[in-house]
């Protein structure tokens, strides 16, 4: 058979633990996808991604089909090959970055035209041209071309939206080549409204899709209508498939998600703050910009195994940011996302225990240390 098997070994509360298993190696679910946007997780190379832990990226369709194009990754062997990462990649389908990124984008219903933000240049997206540029990057997980709708939106505005995405979801699923190992994830998208997430829900499941993606958050909704959002929207979506909420978030975010059953996520938040000298730590958030570091012998985060953890200070740390040496933000994305892995690994293993409330707890103790000080 095609598509994926998700083995889900324990569950506490709403809360999952589990392996996705599919053609380029397993996956242990809850996961964190380190994004590697433009062919390359900023900062780090392939194999300190993979030293902490991280088991599956993330690419950006996007990025790619501008730059170096769709059909010369092909040529070259594929977006495994030229990454040096032979694990499972998801790709985008581009949508989120045509509405953020491109000048002069023009929507209709089957697709989008738009301008490259490089060098101006007209470009395409339909749900079929998406599907196909994953195909080409041979993309683990494709996901369904869609529009991420507006946040504020009115019901009318989030209404219509949604129904569009809805239809370029099912034509994306009608191009999909199914092969063993690969998959195809819907998303569900309806803003804030409880019903239309329902609707939109149910749209998907009519379709069939090999995981079910929740879209159109994180873009300044705030954390609490995010959780309302994940409340009314995941009793909807089938408990066997992997569940995967888009572009979150903070460490603080994705133990509320994991507590409310997400299985995946993306977010650029641990490399994006390496690069600007913000550390996230099992003991809160720290700017090693601040004067405070200067003469502060100790390792940045204990109990973190990562180089710039077990080789250097946070005095180190500090010199080179104010220095603006290339190798902080190497070293500091690298942290960020070793701290990204651990938190899942933590996460899994509490919830395996059926102890997940009471760590959960206990983690968000700690981060209070270093944001209140
Ligand atoms: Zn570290």
New binding site residues.
Partial sequence: MTGFVHRITAVDGAARVGVLHTAHGEVPTPAFMPVGTAGTVKAMTAEAVRSTGAAIVLGNTYHLMLRPGAERVEKLGGLHRLMDWPGPILTDSGGFQVMSLAKLRKIDRDGVTFQSHLDGSTHRLTPARSIEIQHRLDATISMVLDECTAFPATLEQALASMQLSMRWAQQSREVFQHRDGYGVFGIVQGSIYPDLRAQSARALLDVGFDGYAIGGLAIGEGQATTFAVLDATMPHLPTAVPRYLMGVGTPDDIVGAVQRGIDMFDCVIPTRAGRTARAYTSRGVLNLRNARFADDAGA??EA???????RHCRAYLHHLFRCGEMLGPMLLS??NV??YQDLMRGLRDAIAGRRLAAHACAVRALWAQEDAG
Avoid: K, N
């Fill in positions: 940045l985060d973190c195994g990562c180089p710039a953890c077990s690298w942290h070793a701290y």
